[in-house]
């Protein structure tokens, strides 16, 4: 199926969590913070939401700084 993540445009494998989808498209365990459709997705839920063809998916890692 094909989604929207971070503006590009990618094919995953249906179904798909979030989870899944966030696995495939961060190369390293860092905290980020996802969005399916402009909805932030709890970190608790992502296992459970599955995502569907054409959801838009925003992957945002956190960045300290001043």
Not at 25 to 43: G, I, K, Q, T, Y
Request: glycine share 8%; with cysteine; proline share 5%.
């Amino acid at each position: 199926m094909q989604v929207t993540i971070n503006g590009k445009t990618e094919n995953l494998a249906d179904p798909c969590t979030v989870a899944e989808a966030v696995l495939r498209f961060r190369s390293v365990d860092v905290p980020c913070a996802v969005e399916v459709n402009e909805r932030l997705v709890p970190h608790d839920k992502r296992e459970s939401i599955s995502l569907k063809a054409g959801d838009r998916i925003e992957i945002v890692t956190l960045v300290g700084g001043g």
